[in-house]
Antibody, heavy 115, light 107 residues
Framework: QVQLTESGPGLVHPSETLSLTCTVSGFSLTGYSVYWVRQPSGKGLEWMGRMRYNGDTSYNSALKSRLSISRDTSKNQVFLKMNSLQTDDTGTYYC?????????WGQGVMVTVSS | DIQVTQSPSSLLASLGERVTITCQTSQSISNNLNWFQQKPGQAPMLLIYYATSLQTGMPSRFSGQFSGRSFTLTITSLEPEDIANYFCLQHYNTPSTFGGGTKLELK
């Protein structure tokens, strides 16, 4: 069945870089897009960017200068890197499959930005 | 970016009651809206896609409708397992944007 699992550090220091991995199963990264969505603490959900099935990427303009999404199709993994983290980047980060808009989601990974 | 206004933000309802949640978009998105259910500590689950289509395996008491820029999720008869957070997503263009969520609780 379709599964997405986010992994990464729970704690990041201010100004450092966040690196997250989304490991997928039950579908191919060359057949479906994968999106990153976050929910900063106390705020609503925010679309961060996507890795399309063909390898193209697109980013939320508000995050574009700090964000990079890549993938390793052989490992069924999509990666998110975001630099210059600040405390308001604290929240839960999700990866989702881009079918019918978005269908399957991972459980999310909680990231705290703190010194 | 397309704004999505979801209401109410919280809702108290009784078992067996009909429940309606609404999302209004700032511009026309055709039927490009999904509804999700999320329980604490769990991944969001797709309920309704393209505004009116029930996701496979979801109970038929859930339904979606839309007219113009207004979208509704209806639970015809509330069950205990329906107590959760609900949110909508517009995927007409990028960036996709989300409603603010509705916390559904038992009265």
């Amino acid at each position: 069945q379709v599964q997405l699992t986010e992994s990464g550090p729970g704690l990041v220091h201010p100004s450092e870089t966040l690196s997250l991995t989304c490991t997928v199963s039950g579908f191919s990264l060359t057949g479906y897009s994968v999106y990153w969505v976050r929910q900063p603490s106390g705020k609503g959900l925010e679309w961060m960017g996507r890795m399309r099935y063909n390898g193209d990427t697109s980013y939320n303009s508000a995050l574009k200068s700090r964000l990079s999404i890549s993938r390793d199709t052989s490992k069924n993994q999509v990666f998110l890197k975001m630099n210059s983290l600040q405390t308001d980047d604290t929240g839960t980060y999700y990866c989702t499959r881009g079918a019918m808009g978005m269908d399957y989601w991972g459980q999310g990974v909680m990231v705290t930005v703190s010194s | 970016d397309i704004q999505v206004t979801q209401s109410p933000s919280s809702l108290l309802a009784s078992l067996g009651e009909r429940v309606t949640i609404t999302c209004q978009t700032s511009q026309s998105i055709s039927n490009n809206l999904n509804w999700f259910q999320q329980k604490p500590g769990q991944a969001p689950m797709l309920l309704i896609y393209y505004a009116t289509s029930l996701q496979t395996g979801m109970p038929s008491r859930f339904s979606g409708q839309f007219s113009g820029r207004s979208f509704t999720l209806t639970i015809t008869s509330l069950e205990p397992e329906d107590i959760a957070n609900y949110f909508c997503l517009q995927h007409y263009n990028t960036p996709s944007t989300f409603g603010g969520g509705t916390k559904l609780e038992l009265k």
